[in-house]
T-cell receptor, first 113, second 114 residues
C-alpha cells in the first residue's frame, strides 16, 4: 500500500545545514510536499515538487527528488532556531485527483544555538 | 494567501457528550475539505474527505456514525464527534483545497474528553 517513511529526529547547530530525508512507495504520485508544523499549530506548506523534477530551490530550501529510489529530501541552509519544528513529507498517492495526501511520521528538527 | 480557520481551538468535554468543530475557508471557496486526526508525536491520519453538498468519504476504520461530517457550503465544514470518549481525545486538523490545488490547513482543534 501507500507508505511514507521519515527519520524521527534531527539535531543541528544554528548556522549549519539540515537535511531531512523521506522515502515513499507510490511511484504514481504526481506531487510530493514538505510541510512544517510548529507546536500546537496546523501545517504550513513549505514547498512541493512535481514528480518529473529532480530539484527545486526556494531561498534557503532545496528539495531533491530521486524518483528511481523513491527518495525525497529537504535541505535547509543556514538553519535558524526558528526552524525548530516538525517537518512532514507527503505524497499525493494514487488518488491524486481527490487531493488526498499520505503523510510521513514527521521529523522533529532541533536547532541548537 | 489562503486562510483556513477552525473553531474552537481547544475544547474539554465530559465523556458521552457531543462536540462540534468548525472549519472555514476565509478567503476562498473550497471544493473539498479534509479532516485529519493527529495523536501526540504522530503523523496526520486522514479521517474523511468532504465535498460541498455531498456525503463525506470516510477512510477505512473511521466510523461515520461516530464522526459526523457536514459540508454545508463552499466555505464551511463541520465535524461532530458524537458520544465522545477519552480515546477520542486528539488534535483534529482540517484542510481545504481548490480543485487540483494545494491544501491549506487550519490551526487545529485540541479535544480533551474527560
Amino acid at each position: 500500500g501507500e507508505d511514507v517513511e521519515q527519520s524521527l529526529f534531527l539535531s543541528v547547530r544554528e548556522g549549519d545545514s539540515s537535511v531531512i530525508n523521506c522515502t515513499y512507495t507510490d511511484s504514481s504520485s504526481t506531487y510530493l510536499y514538505w510541510y512544517k508544523q510548529e507546536p500546537g499549530a496546523g501545517l504550513q506548506l513549505l514547498t512541493y515538487i512535481f514528480s518529473n523534477m529532480d530539484m527545486k530551490q526556494d531561498q534557503r530550501l532545496t528539495v531533491l527528488l530521486n524518483k528511481k529510489d523513491k527518495h525525497l529530501s529537504l535541505r535547509i541552509a543556514d538553519t535558524q532556531t526558528g526552524d525548530s519544528a516538525i517537518y512532514f513529507c507527503a505524497e499525493s498517492g494514487r488518488s491524486s485527483n481527490t487531493g488526498k495526501l499520505i503523510f510521513g511520521q514527521g521529523t522533529t528538527l532541533q536547532v541548537k544555538p | 494567501g489562503a486562510v483556513v480557520s477552525q473553531h474552537p481551538s481547544r475544547v474539554i468535554c465530559k465523556s458521552g457528550t457531543s462536540v462540534k468543530i468548525e472549519c472555514r475557508s476565509l478567503d476562498f471557496q473550497a471544493t473539498t475539505m479534509f479532516w485529519y486526526r493527529q495523536f501526540p508525536k504522530q503523523s496526520l491520519m486522514l479521517m474523511a474527505t468532504s465535498n460541498e453538498g455531498s456525503k463525506a468519504t470516510y477512510e477505512q476504520g473511521v466510523e461515520k456514525d461516530k464522526f459526523l461530517i457536514n459540508h454545508a457550503s463552499l466555505t464551511l465544514s463541520t465535524l461532530t464527534v458524537t458520544s465522545a470518549h477519552p480515546e477520542d481525545s486528539s488534535f483534529y486538523i482540517c484542510s481545504a483545497s481548490l480543485v487540483d490545488r494545494e491544501q491549506f490547513f487550519g490551526p487545529g482543534t485540541r479535544l480533551t474528553v474527560l
